[in-house]
């Protein structure tokens, strides 16, 4: 098996618009910025994870529609494989209509999943030589939920992990047994809250909802808190939490997206589920120091000279 992250997740084109406040039903305002990029958890983690230096696959699926030029255009730009990138003859490519206010900075945000919700087990079955390489595969909530046991139960069948972050915040209950097939969690604050009714806000609080989630077959639970840091429960019952990097913050967008993707890189290199957490934190610290998502993931470079102007021994010191 090769070190390989594969990526099970989503594209969509994200739609942004800026006006000065949000219109109201019924109301017309008049913008000033539009923009059109790549989005989506799956492909913003798939690119946290290459550019963070892992050997990457995607697997999501597009329509056939002027939408899905923009996924193949930006993933040749990057060096992405694009082998297993499908597409649907009916079901259009994914959006997400995003409006920002410029005199609050709130948004909202409604997103259409579109192809990305329409994979068949059949396309599951055409990735099994790649799933069968794959060291770590990442999940969300994003696509179709059927599809994703199939490729869990595959790559964990040839020795590999399984990581879930469950995410955007699931609007149902998850089966515990769709939540306890994945070795490794990562709900935010939010997402925890949501999947054990503990409403996370310190160390105590984050124990208690990871606890209820290994108590659901997952081994090790991860729930990341923002400035706080990041808690782990690990499979053999140790509980730390690891503190958030200084960092001048401009845009928190895609955060955990870089964190995912960085901790699978992490992983898949054979580093040691501690040492993953930090080379996560360092990806998404650097991420939140630019404006978007996908655009502001960093390179392996970049994360190479941010560790090495860390004082480690210091810093582990704080894990605790």
């Given at each position: 098996m090769t070190r390989r992250v594969t990526v099970l997740g989503s594209f969509v084109v994200d739609l942004m618009a800026r006006s000065h406040h949000i219109p109201v039903p019924g109301e017309t305002v008049k913008g000033s910025i539009f923009k059109m990029g790549p989005g989506g958890k799956g492909s913003n983690q798939a690119i946290?994870?290459?550019?963070s230096g892992g050997q990457v696959s995607l697997i999501t699926k597009v329509g056939k529609d002027i939408f899905s030029t923009v996924a193949t255009e930006f993933y040749e730009q990057e060096g992405i494989d694009q082998t297993y990138i499908f597409q649907d003859p009916i079901v259009s490519t994914g959006i997400a209509l995003i409006t920002v206010s410029e005199s609050s900075?709130?948004?909202?945000?409604?997103?259409?999943?579109?192809?990305?919700?329409?994979?068949?087990?059949?396309?599951i079955e055409r990735t099994y030589p790649i799933l069968d390489d794959t060291s770590?595969?990442?999940?969300?909530?994003?696509?179709?939920?059927?599809?994703?046991?199939q490729a869990v139960k595959r790559?964990?069948?040839?020795?590999?992990?399984?990581?879930?972050?469950?995410?955007?915040?699931p609007q149902k209950i998850l089966e515990d047994s769709f939540i306890g097939m994945f070795d490794l969690v990562t709900p935010n604050e939010t997402e925890a809250t949501i999947l054990t009714g503990i409403n996370?806000?310190?160390r105590h609080s984050a124990l208690q909802a990871a606890s209820i989630l290994q108590d659901k077959g997952v081994k090790d639970v991860l729930i990341t808190m923002g400035n706080k840091g990041c808690f782990l429960l690990s499979e053999e019952g140790e509980a730390l939490l690891f503190p958030a990097l200084p960092v001048k913050v401009v845009d928190t967008t895609g955060a955990g997206d870089a964190f995912n993707g960085g901790l699978?890189?992490?992983?898949?290199?054979?580093k040691s589920l501690?040492?993953?957490?930090?080379?996560a934190t360092m990806v998404a610290s650097l991420s939140v120091t630019k404006i978007g998502t996908a655009p502001a993931m960093p390179t392996a470079s970049e994360v190479s000279s941010f560790f090495s102007k860390i004082d480690m021994d210091s810093y582990w010191k704080t894990v605790k």
């Open positions: 946290a994870a290459h550019r900075a709130e948004n909202t945000i409604t997103v259409v999943p579109g192809a990305c919700s329409a994979i068949t087990i059949e396309e770590v595969i990442v999940c969300q909530l994003e696509t179709n939920l059927d599809i994703i046991p790559v964990q069948g040839k020795g590999g992990l399984a990581l879930l972050n469950p995410a955007p915040a996370v806000i310190d699978a890189t992490a992983l898949s290199k054979g501690k040492e993953s957490i930090v080379f």
